[in-house]
């Protein structure tokens, strides 16, 4: 999708959810035939000219100053995360390139021996386009053999939302699709040109409603820490929490590290987890 293109429909999507309620309006704003506000309304909320504000969300090339895009951003309610995905669609004399190569990922081998040592725990490295870079053994139990499938992939995206193990063994399989899509569209902001993310959205939206569906929202986000819940054929139903630390030397690398509570029955699940092969796992691959 052209920058332009991509920064009208993420401007549409984020007035259509803001309420004339939320935007301090008032009942006297009217019977509306579609949700959220009308472009009139954000251009006055955002102290500009209505006519500019529509040549803004149609994707017009005006070069918008950063004080109208953080004027823009307070009008719509736009959150940090959001904010910056804003600066990046629409920021002065950002450039619109075709597509271009990006050069592979590399994981150091330092990294990669803090993923190992992670066992009896899951470990990951996740790059761009979330891409599974390394992955120690309990997390190819948990999710699949990353290192038995071809390049392209070993992508956490791509498995939950083509390999059917995702839904079985993530038990709130919705939810970390809708954030893995939002982390998607998030690094999309910055990496437009990049023909591989280009490449990996035509391929899902050919192959998943649910992911065409959760694209359309133009929702961008990034967890940087949470839980997730698991019910695993050999391990059983557990919650471990997780945690992303960037690796600074590439900015698009996250170490993937889940923990558990000393003595606690996530952590024996982990160890069930990590003692069982991929294929007793029952999952991925291994199956």
Known sequence: ?????????????????????EAGLGPGAGVRRVPGLRRAEVARLAGVNVDYYVRLE?????????????????????????RAHLFALARPGSTRPGRRSVPPQRVRPSVHRIVEAHEPLPAMVLGRRMDVLAANRPARALYTDW???PGPARNMVRFLFTDPAARSVLVDWAGSATE??????????????????????TDLSAASEDFRSRWA????????YGAKSFNHPV???????????????????????????????AEAAARRLGAATIADAGTGAGR
Request: net charge negative; glycine share 4%.
């Open 147 to 149: 290192e038995a499938l």
């Open 58 to 82: 149609r994707g017009r090339r005006i070069n918008p100053s950063d004080s109208v895009l953080d004027a823009v951003a307070r009008a719509l309610r736009m959150n940090a995360t959001e």
């Open 235 to 265: 391990a059983g139903r557990f919650t471990l929490a997780y945690e992303l630390l960037g690796v600074l030397d590439d900015a698009d690398q996250f170490l993937t590290l889940y923990t558990a509570e000393p003595g606690s029955a």
């Open 1 to 21: 999708m052209e920058r332009d293109e991509e920064l009208s429909e993420f401007l549409r999507s984020r007035r259509a959810r803001v309420t004339p309620a």
């Open 180 to 201: 893995a899509v939002a982390h998607l569209r998030l690094y999309q902001g910055r990496n437009p040109a990049d023909p591989l993310l280009s490449d990996l959205v």
């Open 217 to 224: 929202d133009h929702d961008v986000h990034q967890h940087t």
